[in-house]
Structure formats: C-alpha cells, structure tokens
C-alpha cells in the first residue's frame, strides 16, 4: 500500500498568513493526489483533485502544486474560515490512503 | 444536488454484524463508482472500500478485507456496507462516498453526513 506523510501535523497561524502543508507518497503517484477539508462534526470537503485543479466554489487562496512524491496545499491569506484539518490523499492505486491530517490552528 | 444519506449505524457487540445502507440521490447513480471511508473518533480518515459504477468490481482496505462486503443496487441507488466480526477497533463514524468521475475517478467530491458504529460490549 502506498503510504502518505503530511507535515506539518499541526500549524498555528494567523489571519492573512500564508500556510503551506506537505504530503508525501512512499512511491511515486503521478499527480493524482487530492485534498480535503474538514470542519468539526462535519464530512470532509474536496478541495483540490489531481494536484492543481480546484474545485468549484472553492476560492481561489487554496492552490496546489506537485507531481511524482512530492505535494503540496497552499493557502495564500488564510481566512477565518479555513481553520479545520486538511487531509491529503493518493488515488493512484487501490487501497486509496489518506495522509494522517494536518490541523490549522488559531495563533 | 447530490444526496447521500447513511442509515444502520449503532452500538453492537464485537464479533456480531451490522449492516450499512447508503441512499444516493441527485445524480445518474449507476454511471459512478461509489466508496466507503471511516473516521474514529478523533483520529483521521481511512479508506475502506470501493465499488465500480457496475457492481463489478470491488477493493478493500487489508483491515476490513473478509470481514466487510460492498454492494450496490442501481435500480434501488442504494450502497451497502455488510460488516461481519465486528472488532473494537471497527468504532468509527462510515462515511457514503461518491467518485469525482464517471471514468477513472481520482477523488471523492461527495460524501454523507456519517453514521456512527460503536463496537463495544
């Protein structure tokens, strides 16, 4: 199974600041590899599929980059709403697995 | 909009089973793979199983892999979950998961509100 590694697992920020969270394949995955959102008490939401292509509605402070192993979600001016835990997650191969999370925290 | 509503979760005895429905709405059901993804309590996602547009085809994650069984009925648009041998370790809020595409999906753009199996004695 391929295995997917976020850091960090927690940030604390502030708003306006620029948030950049990593995920890591154990093997290469092309660029299929997305990232979700989720809020306490709610299911997750999709932000980003296939590295860089966001969703519609999603605004566009959130954008994506990499290929191969290496991944990454970017905030560029980090509102209060997007304080949650973001998750990554590989779709190159069954079993799909799912980054450990990365929570985006109040300074 | 698309609708997916879980129903079956509860408190059941480890060893038992327990059975999870999922009803789809809002969208051309047999055209799209279908999964289930699982969350413990406070801890991350995990994957569980997956289901092709057609019934045909089905993968598990190796936790639940002879325990769990996937199904759909595309003339109903329900999606199942059987889970036999319930362990502790099964406690989790289930999610009903649609793909992102009909074809070659890469990501779940649609998910369920969850419900919650407790496996406890």
């Known amino acids: 199974d391929i295995q997917m590694t976020q850091s960090p697992s927690s940030v604390s920020a502030s708003v306006g600041d620029r948030v950049t969270i990593t995920c890591r394949a154990s093997?290469?995955?092309?660029?299929?590899l997305a990232w979700y959102q989720q809020k306490p008490g709610k299911a997750p939401k999709l932000l980003m599929s296939?590295?860089?292509s966001l969703q519609s509605g999603v605004p566009s402070r959130f954008s994506g980059s990499g290929s191969g192993t290496d991944f990454a979600l970017t905030i560029s001016s980090l509102q209060p709403e997007d304080f949650a835990t973001y998750y990554c997650?590989?779709?190159?191969?069954?079993?799909?697995?799912f980054g450990q999370g990365t929570k985006v925290e109040i300074k | 909009q698309v609708q997916l509503v879980e129903s079956g979760g509860g408190v059941v005895q480890p060893g038992r089973s327990l059975r999870l429905s999922c009803a789809a709405s809002?969208?051309?059901?047999?055209?799209?793979?279908m999964q289930w993804v699982r969350q413990a309590p406070g801890k991350g996602l995990d994957w569980v199983a997956v289901?092709?547009?057609?019934?045909?085809?089905?993968y598990y994650s190796d936790s639940v892999k002879g325990r769990f069984t996937i199904s759909r009925d595309n003339s109903k648009n329900t999606l199942d979950l059987q889970m036999n041998s319930l362990r502790a370790e099964d406690t989790a809020v289930y999610y009903c998961?649609?793909?992102?595409?009909?074809?070659?999906?890469?990501?779940?753009?649609?998910w369920g509100q969850g419900t919650l199996v407790t496996v406890s004695s």
């Open positions: 998961a649609k793909e992102s595409k009909a074809r070659r999906a890469t990501a779940i753009d649609s």
């Open positions: 809002g969208f051309t059901f047999s055209s799209y793979g």
């Open positions: 289901i092709s547009h057609d019934g045909k085809v089905t």
């Open positions: 093997q290469g995955i092309s660029r299929w």
């Open positions: 296939d590295a860089s």
């Open positions: 997650q590989q779709a190159n191969s069954f079993p799909w697995t």
